[in-house]
């Protein structure tokens, strides 16, 4: 892994310019935060609470009345229910929002071929969904996410409503976006996705909520085993 | 704040939730005369009590029906379109004479 | 004390009685040349330019609640005539020429007063409007200029110029913008058609039209029934009800529109101050309170109930334009039903229903046109013709698919 400076690359967050002190590293063809230069000075796996800047890792979703159905024949995890969401050991998420659009992401170390897979799920009945170049990815890390939460989002996100393998689409610091709860460094972790235009604004926000639990930005390093 | 249940992600606050007009039959645009088309488009009994109407959930572009009664803003019961269209609603373009085949140059 | 004053206080009657502004009720007559329903500002203008103009005085007023009490009440009183259409500015032109002479045509104080009607614009897109706007608004007798931010800050010390990270890059600046006393116009014009012979009745509402071949021939009220020539409807947020009892379907949707007002304070700002982008306009009053106001509820019903979330949504735009506002304290808040039409022009003229004639459709905006709807309604009614100001406002127009769309020039100004 060699350092890089965004700026190189087409394709990179889209609040890049947020992360003033970070370290880059090229992923998917990207710039991807590793860390950021003060946390890895002080040698420290990162702070309390964490946000992480995933907008750049790939993804691509689906939607249709075929889009079930074809996910279960292409032998991967389905979600039962409608706002839920699987995560496979190679790394592999799929969300299902609503009951027929579902979404396929790889988390940072996944060893899954997100682009085979796109290509081996078309068929009539299931049209694409573009959600990787409008929406952001962030990632919150902690022991206080429903406690933050609870100060930007009026759904109860608290363990015993919210469990891990839960999703909710909702308004959060008076945007849209999706929030779930999963695993990731077997930590438990809210991914947020939210349009790509109020990205900064929501970043800032949410960095603001948790600055009462020692909440900082954190590279993607302490989001891989 | 006025709480909506919302069918598929459950009660949420009325600020997540868009109002999409009275659920109506829409005339054959094709056949239907200019007076029936305007009343469709721009009329409304517009009275006190219950309505049918299409709501949307922005944050999941969820569109779902609700009762709701226009006077005490009550809303009564709230259900997934499908309990009232069973098929996709298509929309035939009139198939007008093409422009080409009327000029004689 | 002076003794006089001692002498009413032993006195059983009411001195004033006979000089009161309206006089006391009295019982319906079974039959009336003209009723019109709805003692708001424009029926009471209606009876009073068929009085005045056109010596017709058989008229009754039936109003079910008290004179004004509707959206008269209630509105937040921005008089302009800065719109977009050629048929809207002759319009309300017309209108606004009216109101700078009411004071004195009343001989009463309707608190008149031409502070100018600033409009922000935050994108270059409303600057282009905001130029139409000027020309038609200058073409057709209103004084409407293009104002860069040097003139703004000159006008409004107090304004923050960079909203909510939206830069104010012009003003459009109606200088004919105005306001007055909204109580006292319905009250002018009461006493004024009283004086000539029209009855108000207050307390009285129309439960029921009677039609018969297509022509109307009475209405039924809780006080009973009374057989008329014609009918003027002018009921505001209950348009489409009592359209409904006509057998009349109309191109109308009820919604509320909330307004609030805060304590006074010393006067600080002198033109109204409106942003479309930011759904928002502000105003001082007379006493020193701001008024503010924005659009209207964002989904139809009859409930006059005040919401949460506008306040929060005002307030914090309200805040973005004058930053010191934050530390004031909200004293009053309201809402009012607005008969809203696709285009937001009104719907005026002839109805399906012979003699039964329709001012409806006013929306958020129709405070200002009171004076020349009661002038218009009364000539229609009186020679049976539509007067040309008011033709293109017919509600036929939705069937041949004609608007006059005001839209974005009425939205968050009225
Ligand atoms: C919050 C708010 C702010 C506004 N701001 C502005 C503004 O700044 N500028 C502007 O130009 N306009 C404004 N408007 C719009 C304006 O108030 C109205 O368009 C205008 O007042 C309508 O006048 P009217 O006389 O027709 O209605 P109203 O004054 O409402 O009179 C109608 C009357 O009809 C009566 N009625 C109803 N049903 C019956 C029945 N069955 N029998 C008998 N009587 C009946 C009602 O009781 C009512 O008194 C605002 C409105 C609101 C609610």
Redesign the pocket.
């Known amino acids: 892994m060699s350092l890089i400076t965004p700026e190189q690359f087409d394709s990179r967050s889209f609040i890049y310019r947020k992360h003033q002190q970070a370290e880059f590293i090229e992923v998917a063809g990207a710039a991807q935060v590793l860390s950021y230069k003060e946390q890895s000075l002080q040698g420290q796996s990162g702070p309390d609470m964490g946000l992480t800047d995933l907008s750049v890792l790939p993804r691509f979703g689906l939607r249709g009345p075929a889009a079930g159905d074809a996910l279960v024949a292409a032998g991967l995890l389905q979600p039962e229910k409608p706002n839920t969401l699987t995560l496979s050991d190679e790394g592999l998420m799929v969300l299902r929002l609503g009951y027929n659009e579902y979404w396929l992401l790889a988390v940072p170390g996944a060893t899954v071929d997100l682009q085979a897979l796109e290509q081996q799920l078309t068929s009539p009945g299931i049209y694409p969904v573009y959600c990787h170049d409008s929406y952001a990815w962030l990632v919150m890390s902690g022991d206080h996410l429903a406690d933050v939460m609870a100060k930007v989002c009026a759904v109860d996100l608290r363990e015993q409503s919210f469990a891990s393998g839960d999703l909710v689409m909702t308004s959060l610091a008076r945007v849209s976006g999706i929030i779930c709860h999963h695993q990731m460094a077997g930590k438990s972790v809210f991914s947020i996705f939210s349009d790509s235009a109020s990205a900064g604004y929501l970043w800032d926000a949410l960095l603001d909520a948790m600055g009462e639990f020692n909440g900082a930005p954190s590279g993607q390093h302490s989001l891989i085993k | 704040m006025k709480i909506i249940n919302c069918p598929l992600n459950g009660p949420r606050n009325s600020s997540e939730f868009v109002h999409g007009g009275e659920v109506r039959q829409m005339p054959d645009p094709n056949n239907c005369t200019d007076k029936e088309w305007a009343d469709y488009v721009f009329y409304s009994d517009n009275q006190i009590g219950v309505v049918t109407e299409w709501w949307l959930h922005a944050p999941s572009g969820y569109w779902f029906i609700a009762e709701r009664h226009t006077g005490s803003d009550e809303i009564l019961r709230t259900y997934d379109p499908s309990e009232i269209y069973t098929s996709r609603v298509e929309f035939k373009a009139k198939v007008e004479p093409s422009a080409s085949e009327e000029v004689t140059v | 004390m002076p003794f006089s004053l001692l002498k009413y206080g032993l006195n059983k009657d009411y001195p004033f009685e006979q000089n009161a502004d309206l006089p006391s009720p009295s019982a319906l007559k079974p039959h009336y040349d003209v009723v019109i329903?709805?003692?708001?500002?424009?029926?009471?203008?209606t009876a009073y330019y068929l009085a005045k103009y056109h010596g017709i005085t058989n008229v009754a007023v039936?109003?079910?609640?008290?004179?004004?009490?509707?959206?008269?009440?209630?509105?937040?009183?921005?008089?302009?005539s800065n719109y977009l259409t050629s048929e809207g500015v002759k319009f309300y032109s017309e209108s606004v020429k009216l109101f700078q002479g009411l004071s004195n045509e009343f001989d009463f104080n309707i608190m008149y007063s031409s502070r100018g009607q600033l409009t922000l614009a935050h994108t270059d897109a409303a600057i282009r409007g905001f130029r139409q706007r000027t020309e038609v608004n200058k073409h057709f007798g209103g004084k409407t200029e293009l104002i860069d931010p040097q003139q703004i800050r000159e006008l409004v010390p107090s304004l923050n110029m960079n909203p909510a990270d939206q830069p104010v890059l012009a003003g459009l600046w109606h200088i004919d913008g105005a306001?007055a006393r909204?109580d006292a116009v319905?009250w002018g014009y009461a006493k004024g058609a009283t004086q000539r012979g029209v009855e108000l009745h207050q307390l009285?509402?129309?439960?029921g039209v009677d039609v018969d071949k297509g022509k109307v021939t009475g209405v039924q009220?809780n006080r009973g029934k009374v057989s008329c020539g014609c009918v003027v409807q002018?009921?505001?947020?209950?348009s489409s009800?009592?359209g409904a009892?006509a057998g009349i379907r109309m191109p109308i949707t009820t919604y509320?529109?909330?307004?609030m007002v805060t304590q006074p304070v010393k006067p600080f700002l002198n033109p109204l101050v409106s942003s479309p982008a930011l759904h928002c306009?502000v105003q001082q009053t007379g006493r020193g309170e701001l008024v503010f106001?924005g659009g209207s509820d964002p989904y139809p019903l009859y409930n006059t109930r005040s919401t949460m979330e506008l306040k929060e949504s005002l307030l914090a735009h309200a805040v973005e334009l004058f930053p010191f506002m934050a530390n004031m304290r909200l004293m009053r808040q309201?809402?009012?039903?607005?008969?809203m039409t696709t285009d937001y022009s009104p719907v005026m003229g002839l109805s399906p229903v012979e003699n039964y004639y329709l001012?409806?459709g006013?929306?958020?905006?129709?405070?200002?046109?009171?004076p020349i709807?009661g002038k218009t309604m009364a000539e229609l009614v009186a020679t049976g013709k539509v007067p040309e100001l008011i033709k293109p406002f017919s509600m036929a127009r939705f069937d041949t698919f004609r608007q006059v769309n005001e839209m974005g020039a009425t939205a968050a100004?009225?």
């Not at chain 3, 109003?63 to 008089?79: D, F, H, P, Q, S």
């Not at chain 3, 002018?234 to 209950?238: F, I, L, M, S, Y």
């Open positions: 329903i709805g003692g708001g500002g424009h029926g009471v203008a039936l109003e079910k609640g008290y004179l004004g009490g509707g959206n008269t009440a209630r509105n937040t009183a921005v008089i302009r306001t909204h319905a009285t509402e129309v439960t009220t002018a009921v505001a947020g209950h009800i009592v009892m509320p529109l909330q307004a306009y106001g309201w809402a009012g039903l607005t008969d001012d409806a006013w929306g958020t905006w129709g405070f200002k046109a009171t709807c100004s009225h």
